[in-house]
């Protein structure tokens, strides 16, 4: 089993930034490759950004690029996302998420593991 846990959510004005943090626990890791995904109110959970865990290859959606970027650190076992720049359309709720078994995971149903979410809205 794996376990992940977000923190670093909550409420900044337009332009500022946040960092979020998914801490992992449990099964080993090294193979996984570890997304963030977010959902806004009415809407599908889109992916964010993803990284493999052994070598830190990443992928971003496009909306972000440029502006968020996804990191790990292996000695933590915690993946982080640094946003900067946001936008209130970046309010959503952001997860965090494991794949264990995708080479290339990019939908919600390639990822095994979620945490339980934390909420950033960005205020314009």
């Known amino acids: 089993q794996v376990q992940l846990v977000e923190s670093g959510g909550g409420l900044v004005q337009a332009g500022g930034s946040l960092r979020l943090s998914c801490a992992a626990s449990g099964r080993t890791f090294s193979s996984y490759i570890m997304g963030w995904f977010r959902q806004a109110p009415g809407k599908e959970r889109e992916f964010v950004a993803r990284?493999?865990?052994?070598?830190?290859?990443?992928d971003y959606a496009d909306s972000v690029k440029g502006r968020f970027t996804i990191s790990r650190d292996n000695a933590k076992n915690t993946v982080y996302l640094q946003m900067n720049s946001l936008k209130p359309e970046d309010t959503a709720v952001y997860y965090c998420?494991?794949?264990?078994?995708?080479?290339?995971?990019?939908?919600?149903?390639?990822?095994?593991?979620w945490g339980q979410g934390t909420q950033v809205t960005v205020s314009s």
């Open positions: 998420a494991a794949s264990t078994t995708s080479s290339a995971p990019y939908y919600p149903k390639q990822y095994d593991y």
């Open positions: 990284i493999t865990w052994r070598v830190g290859i990443t």
